[in-house]
T-cell receptor
């Protein structure tokens, strides 16, 4: 069964500092990997996704993530955090097969940004 | 920009009562998803529709939950009777085509349910 672990429940960074959110996945084959962001009172918004090819993926809002198969990781990074980035971030994994669409989400990491 | 609409945004009900949530996907999106997000956890897929047909409802507690998408457009998720453990955020999402993970899922703002 597929699973996702986000080891950090809560992270606080200063505005302008760099950010890395950790994500480890368990899946028996090549996975699809995603990062979503959820602001308070809102639904989830896709930041980026990895299917194949270049293991460094660029997303919206200046985020990027790197797929490392050997470490079963897909960590999210941003070089300089803005106060508006404060939100909850979810990593998700899904099967690399046909029309199957079942995403398995991690428990999320809440990002707090201090000014 | 087109969005997924959900109503109500908040719902408070007593246990054993019936409750229903409505979702209107982005126009033209064939695939619709209902997720449940318990506080402190990530979303969990309850049911996936392709047009009006159920594709996956393996995680839907069918003794009390039902979902329909009669005309392949908007959808209703019902709980009857509600239990305390049903308190959660219920998210609806839609995607354009046949629902593979190559497609982006667009999420609505959710309905937050509190069962007393």
């Amino acid at each position: 069964a597929q699973s996702v672990t986000q080891p950090d429940i809560h992270i606080t960074v200063s505005e302008g500092a760099s950010l890395e959110l950790r994500c480890n996945y368990s899946y028996g084959a090549t996975p699809y990997l995603f990062w979503y962001v959820q602001s308070p009172g809102q639904g989830l918004q896709l930041l980026l996704k990895y299917f194949s090819g270049d293991t460094l993926v660029q997303g919206i809002k200046g985020f990027e993530a790197e797929f490392k198969r050997s470490q079963s990781s897909f960590n999210l990074r941003k070089p300089s955090v803005h106060w508006s980035d404060a939100a909850e971030y979810f990593c998700a994994v899904g099967p690399y097969t046909g029309t199957a669409s079942k995403l398995t989400f991690g428990t999320g990491t809440r990002l707090q940004v201090t000014l | 920009e087109a969005e997924v609409a959900q109503s109500p945004r908040y719902k408070i009900t007593e246990k054993s009562q019936a409750v229903a949530f409505w979702c209107d996907p982005i126009s033209g999106h064939a695939t619709l998803y209902w997720y449940r997000q318990i506080l402190g956890q990530g979303p969990e897929l309850l049911v996936q529709f392709q047009d009006e047909s159920v594709v996956d409802d393996s995680q839907l507690p069918k003794d009390r939950f039902s979902a329909e998408r009669l005309k392949g457009v908007d959808s209703t998720l019902k709980i009857q009777p509600a239990e305390l453990g049903d308190s959660a955020m219920y998210l609806c999402a839609s995607s354009l085509g046949v629902g593979g993970l190559q497609e982006t899922q667009y999420f609505g703002p959710g309905t937050r349910l509190l069962v007393l």
